[in-house]
T-cell receptor, first 113, second 112 residues
Framework: GAGVSQTPSNKVTEKGKYVELRCDPISGHTALYWYRQSLGQGPEFLIY????????DSGLPNDRFFAVRPEGSVSTLKIQRTERGDSAVYLCASSLSSHNEQFFGPGTRLTVL | AQSVTQLGSHVSVSEGALVLLRCNYSSSVPPYLFWYVQYPNQGLQLLLKYTTGATLVKGINGFEAEFKKSETSFHLTKPSAHMSDAAEYFC??????????FGAGTRLTVKP
């Protein structure tokens, strides 16, 4: 499996619950990105990691959203007190380093009831 | 701030016909420009990108795009559509390849 993988592929939760979405980047890729794609829209940038640190988190919509990458590989996007408006496909991408081509995973479809 | 406008949320062409998907961008600095394709239930795949140099960029699957600074455009073309080209296409702009802004997408349908 050489590509970016994301788990789960689908997540259904209730309003107010906490969810975690996982991204496994391509081995050796130091840069990792999270995007959100709402129905009928293009991907919207959320956050970018270079190594373990968040180099740019300007796209996170509010403080309910948080992401970590503690060992510079796997990343987890965490959403607290989910709202129906959070329903979307969450995409992860990785690249060899910044300024290189981003490779996208298949996404996690989050549905908040 | 950068942004992208894709003209036409849906484009339909006949097999063998020219494909033209329009993209206009806004950027305060020289942009990096990208086209991605998304097939159903698959991740985004890079078709081509412009960073610097030659303004006509060739990508995979016979697609190409031309960066026109005077028109702030980066339209995607393919001389002859194939049934397998049916997908969603996204144009994106970045000022440093880290923070990409995507357009809303254009769904391409290819009729037999």
């Amino acid at each position: 499996g050489a590509g970016v993988s994301q788990t789960p592929s689908n997540k259904v939760t209730e309003k107010g619950k906490y969810v975690e979405l996982r991204c496994d980047p391509i081995s050796g890729h130091t840069a990792l990105y999270w995007y959100r794609q709402s129905l009928g829209q293009g991907p919207e940038f959320l956050i970018y990691f270079q190594g373990t640190g968040a180099a740019d988190d300007s796209g996170l919509p509010n403080d309910r959203f948080f992401a970590v990458r503690p060992e510079g590989s796997v990343s987890t996007l965490k959403i607290q007190r989910t709202e129906r408006g959070d329903s979307a496909v969450y995409l992860c991408a990785s690249s060899l380093s910044s300024h290189n081509e981003q490779f996208f995973g298949p996404g996690t479809r989050l549905t908040v009831l | 701030a950068q942004s992208v406008t894709q003209l036409g949320s849906h484009v339909s062409v006949s097999e063998g016909a020219l494909v033209l998907l329009r993209c206009n961008y806004s950027s305060s600095v020289p942009p990096y420009l990208f086209w991605y394709v998304q097939y159903p239930n698959q991740g985004l795949q890079l078709l081509l990108k412009y960073t610097t140099g030659a303004t006509l960029v060739k990508g995979i699957n016979g697609f190409e795009a031309e960066f026109k600074k005077s028109e702030t455009s980066f339209h995607l073309t393919k001389p002859s559509a194939h049934m397998s080209d049916a997908a969603e296409y996204f144009c994106a702009v970045s000022n440093n390849n880290n923070d990409m802004r995507f357009g809303a997408g254009t769904r391409l349908t290819v009729k037999p």
